[in-house]
């Protein structure tokens, strides 16, 4: 049933707070926030454990937390159905530290129904950062609810409620479809929901997945990304959990949504043509590579260097000299990045949005040079000075978010420093040592 026919208020009127426990975000010192999340279904109750010294010595940047609190909760008769059998959740250094690349993982470990060993899996989307800015390394379920239950992080109102949830799906796609309406607050809100859930199949099989979900903008819809090993998600409705949710206190930045970029890139608004004398250069480059088909790639380069794009007239000068089908010239000038069809400006700019960049602010930066460019991401200004471009990673996750300007390379930046930027380029934040 399509969510619009479903009456969300009923729905969540039928719900039974069992517990509310209030909280104050706790600010990240050098990507830690000191504390763990613990929630005991069987008591209802809702702890907050310190995160120790020795923790961090022996699992740098948190990424073991899970197996270190697992090891406080279980004992040597422990089963993957015992009601001490936790399920820990630790977003390690991937949920916003400075030191360590690729934001966006949770780790989730517990004693698994197929093999009665311990067992971890990870997987993407924003559960981790999320559960980070809120205040918390890790998280530990333990116990097992009486009855069909979903646990609420509110980071916005900073309270978290274990409730009764009778009406709600079981089936994870229509489940985080449900949970995302119904505690987003409007549609720019849904980004900053993630939905835990294991679905009607984890309940029959040993081997079922924990889902967890993201908000696709481009689709409108939330989707899922699943761990999948060892039957984590058997263990998470074992506990009777329908979902575990959690909602972001918005200082990740809304996503940007426009025209399909790979649609400008194969497109371009106005096709280039060379001149006789621009002719002459064309060929000189390909001659220097001796015309072998082989370089065709270093030629574009060094023609994407002369002339900051490859014109049509280039590549049919390539196909020409070469023999290399135009289908497959024009293939390799669309796939690279440091290619383009239309004329770039003298300095490019490239406003990294890749993961550990945006939790971090990357689109209030690229928003702040198109707002002094008077640009969007894709164009290029009218005096061919400068083009702005989105990209998915410039590989210096470790000072993210990260700015690069023809070959300068700025860390650490805001969208106050877009205007310093753009006035004297050798003032920056921090550069990637060489």
Known sequence: MPVENIDLGKMHDAHEVLCKFAFEIKELHRGYSDRVLRIDLDKNEVTILPVTQQMKDLWTGGKGFDLWLMFR????????????????????????????????????????????????????????????????????????????????????????????????????????EELTEMYAEDDLDKRNIAVVSAGRGAQHVRMGVLNFSFWDWRRQVARMKQAGRGGVGTVFRNKNLKALVIKNRDITPAWRIEENKVAKWISPKKISIQCDGEIAELDAII????????????????????????????????????????????????????????????????????????????????????????????????????????????????????????????????AKDVVKLLGKTNEKGSKEDE
Request: charged share 25%; with cysteine.
């Open 287 to 414: 001659e220097r590579w001796a015309n072998d088909p082989e370089y065709v790639i270093e030629m574009m380069q060094d023609i994407q260097d002369r002339f900051r794009h490859i014109s049509t007239t280039a590549l049919d000068r390539l196909q020409a000299k070469t023999g290399t089908p135009n289908a497959y010239l024009y293939h390799i000038a669309t796939f690279y990045k440091a290619f383009s069809l239309e004329e770039k400006g003298e300095t490019i700019i490239q406003v990294c949005l890749g993961t550990t960049c945006h939790v971090k602010g990357a689109a209030k930066i690229l928003d702040a040079f198109e707002r002094e460019l008077d640009i969007k991401a894709g164009q290029t200004t009218k005096d061919k000075k400068y083009s702005l471009e989105a990209v998915a990673c410039l590989g210096a996750c470790s000072i993210a978010p990260v700015v690069k300007m023809g070959e300068e390379v700025f860390g650490n930046l805001g």
């Open 73 to 176: 909760e279980i004992n040597k008769d422990t089963k993957w159905d015992s009601h001490e059998n936790p399920l820990c959740f630790s977003s390690g250094p991937l949920g916003g530290t400075t030191s360590f690349p690729g934001s966006g993982k949770t780790i989730v470990t517990s004693i698994s129904p197929l093999t009665h060993s311990v067992i971890d899996c990870n997987v993407g989307g924003f559960f981790g950062p999320f559960l980070k800015f809120a205040g918390f390394d890790a998280l530990v379920l333990v116990g097992k609810a009486r009855e069909e239950t979903i646990i609420f992080i509110d980071a916005v109102d900073k309270k978290i409620t274990i409730e009764k949830a009778p009406e709600e799906s079981i089936d994870s796609h229509v489940l985080v």
